[in-house]
């Protein structure tokens, strides 16, 4: 298998309080990994560094056979990943339309109405909203164009942070059923993060857990929805 | 009646002044949260190029009018907008990130230090232009007061609609503009879109230079004469339009710069030349008091 990422022993702090504290793992060509997690445990620390904003402080990120360790955060965006951050971060004053325009910005307009028509057959509901403000939508569909405006730069790793927060469960199926066929028709690598165990390890094809910025367990999705220290902590009695 | 009328115009004239020099300080204001001081000094860097670029044309022989002010303009446009971002890469760059109070303080140091630069190069008495463009049509006639609308008060306005037209485009429909608005609302989330934030940063303050060189190229016109303070009165009253507008609204600052104008054309007009100044800002302060926001400002709740 090619690994499209490779985190090794990744230290990240802000100021002085340490939020990662040696992480290493990687991700497969072609796969959905999951890390999964308790609030406050770095995840979204994790896929910050990774894009550069925080800049890890030691260590090793190497994407595709390239180290991106220390690069501005646009320039690692430019090579090819994606992210769709916590809070989902959608333009408020920007049109459905004009947030994903902006998502194509590396791209250019050429192959802009088929991206576009893509996303929409995605999530049919951004193009009935094409012409509201972001702000104006409702959270599940801010997640929807979160999600639709980070496939606009055609990424080929796509980091997904906890698409579910917040979001009614009928709508979070549709989300990850659509997170599913992104990366079953578009061959496209998924790094999910998720509080949600149960729904990020059926989809996954393997799993990480993270536990006070370490990495405590990895396995398949299967097995770790199996093994019963995952099931005490993430699934049952909890989320 | 006919008074009226001449004050109108004379308001729109200037107010057309204010307005283009009033979007580069809400421009920036709205994409790094500081009033750019120096700003105002830009303007007058505008006015001091379009006049030595008039006089060399005039050494090399290029006297034919349209092309002179044509080249006059592209030249200072070009020449003043790589202050403008030059001001920004050298002195409010390397404080991004620092605490507030930083880049204002800096901006005014950058406003002095540009005023002393152009007294140092240029001397301290005030440059003459020879009139280019002069006459008028009389809107009125008979009566003992005669309406008069200058030719170069036309071509200032129509310079501006024009301008204001290329401008909303450029920010709405481009992907500069669509940038340029994204770094706005969110400059972390921008980045993670490949966005370069410091390049939309610095073509920020090249635009809001360009927008104030036209400015300083037309007053150098209208007025026939510059000297290295202009900036500082110019650049607070266009602060001023700025803030009665909606700091950070781009409509807001040319309406406040039309307005501003138009309060200084009538006061001076109707009551008195030496309070004018007066007048505007005392304006400013009533609007500061009933709506804070400014005229078309939006109140900062969608900020998360
Ligand atoms: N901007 C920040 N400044 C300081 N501390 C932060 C910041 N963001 C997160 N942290 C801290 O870093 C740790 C990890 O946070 P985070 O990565 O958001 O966790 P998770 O996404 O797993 O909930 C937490 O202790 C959190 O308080
Ligand atoms: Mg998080």
Redesign the pocket.
């Known amino acids: 298998m090619n690994k499209v990422l490779t985190i090794e022993n990744v230290q990240t702090f802000?100021g002085h309080?340490q939020?990662l504290h040696g992480v290493s793992l990687d991700v497969d060509e072609g796969e959905i990994a999951t890390l999964i997690?308790a609030?406050?445990?770095?995840?979204?620390?994790l896929l910050m560094t990774i894009c550069g904003d925080p800049q890890a402080r030691s260590g090793r990120i190497v994407y595709k056979g390239e180290e991106i360790t220390g690069k501005p955060t646009y320039e690692i965006m430019r090579m090819g990943i994606a992210q769709s951050p916590?809070g989902r971060r959608i333009f408020p004053r920007m049109t459905v339309l004009e947030n994903l325009q902006i998502g194509a910005t590396i791209l250019g307009p050429d192959r802009f109405e088929e991206d576009l028509a893509k996303v929409y057959e995605l999530f049919p509901i951004l193009k009935e909203r094409e012409r509201q403000r972001g702000g104006t939508l409702s959270g599940g569909e801010q997640q929807m164009l979160a999600i639709g405006r980070a496939l606009m730069s055609r990424p080929r790793l796509l980091l997904l942070d906890e698409p579910s927060l917040g979001i009614a469960p009928l709508i979070v199926k549709r989300i990850f059923e659509a997170i599913r066929r992104i990366n079953e028709e578009e061959k496209m690598t998924i790094f999910l993060v998720e509080q949600n165990a149960h729904h990020a390890l059926r989809l996954a094809h393997r799993g990480y857990v993270m536990v006070n910025g370490r990495i405590q367990l990895t396995g398949s999705g299967r097995d770790l929805l199996a093994n019963p220290e995952v099931r005490a902590a993430y699934l049952e009695g909890g989320r | 009646m006919e008074p009226f009328l001449q004050f109108l115009i004379n308001g729109i004239t200037l107010g057309s002044i204010y307005g283009l020099i009033a979007i580069g300080y809400t421009m920036v204001y709205g994409i790094i949260g500081m009033i750019n001081f120096a700003h105002g000094d830009v303007y007058m860097i505008g006015a001091f190029n379009a006049v030595i670029v008039y006089l060399v044309l005039g050494i090399l022989g290029v006297t034919w009018v349209p092309l002179a002010l044509v080249l006059v303009l592209l030249l200072a446009v070009v020449l003043t907008s790589t202050y403008g971002w030059a001001v920004e890469r050298l002195a409010y760059r390397p404080l991004r990130g620092s605490f507030r109070l930083a880049p204002l303080i800096t901006a005014i140091g950058m406003s002095i230090f540009l005023q002393n630069y152009v007294q140092l190069l240029q001397g301290a008495r005030n440059k003459p232009l020879p009139p280019v463009i002069q006459g008028s049509f009389d809107l009125t006639s008979g009566s003992d007061f005669v309406v008069k609308l200058g030719f170069m008060q036309i071509l200032i306005v129509v310079t501006t609609v024009a301008l204001m037209v290329v401008f909303t485009y450029l920010i709405t429909k481009t992907p500069l503009g669509r940038s340029q608005r994204a770094c706005e609302q969110d400059q972390k989330m921008a980045s993670l879109l490949g966005v370069d934030v410091n390049r939309t940063i610095g073509l920020t303050f090249v635009i809001g230079a360009s927008l104030a060189a036209v400015a300083g190229f037309m007053v150098t016109l209208y007025y026939g004469v510059v000297d290295f303070y202009i900036g500082f009165l110019a650049g607070i009253k266009a602060f001023t339009a700025a803030v009665l507008g909606g700091i950070g609204s781009l409509p807001g600052a040319m309406l406040g710069g039309i307005l501003i104008g138009l309060i200084e054309a009538f006061w001076s007009g109707y009551f008195s030349v030496e309070y004018k100044d007066v007048a505007a800002f005392s304006i400013l302060v009533l609007v500061l008091i009933f709506r804070p926001t400014g005229l078309l400002g939006r109140p900062d709740i969608e900020k998360v």
Request: glycine fraction near 24%; hydrophobic fraction near 25%; charge should be neutral.
């Open positions: 802000y309080i939020a997690g609030n406050g445990a770095g995840k979204s620390t916590e």
